[in-house]
């Protein structure tokens, strides 16, 4: 089961309204950008550690 529906409109908007935050964001103030980044960086850190983790999980020893 999918968050969004599937669809490429659907895809755009997700993208574009990640965009707008993103420039309303750096245009309020670059102090607050930076700032915001850590919290990226925190989100990215998360779904690499995600990733790994089931990787682990999916580990097949038998050759």
Same mark, same amino acid.
């Given at each position: 089961?999918?968050?969004?529906?599937?669809?490429?409109?659907?895809?755009? &908007?997700?993208?574009?309204?990640?965009? &707008?935050?993103?420039? !309303?964001? %750096?245009?309020?103030?670059?102090?607050? %950008?930076?700032?915001?980044?850590?919290?990226?960086?925190?989100? !990215?850190?998360?779904?690499?550690?995600?990733?790994?983790?089931?990787?682990?999980?999916?580990?097949?020893?038998? !050759?």
């Amino acid at each position: 089961m999918s968050l969004f529906p599937a669809g490429h409109v659907t895809v755009q &908007l997700i993208a574009g309204a990640g965009l &707008l935050f993103l420039f !309303l964001l %750096a245009w309020i103030g670059a102090d607050l %950008a930076t700032k915001f980044q850590y919290v990226v960086m925190a989100f !990215l850190t998360l779904a690499l550690l995600s990733f790994y983790i089931g990787g682990i999980r999916q580990w097949d020893t038998v !050759l």
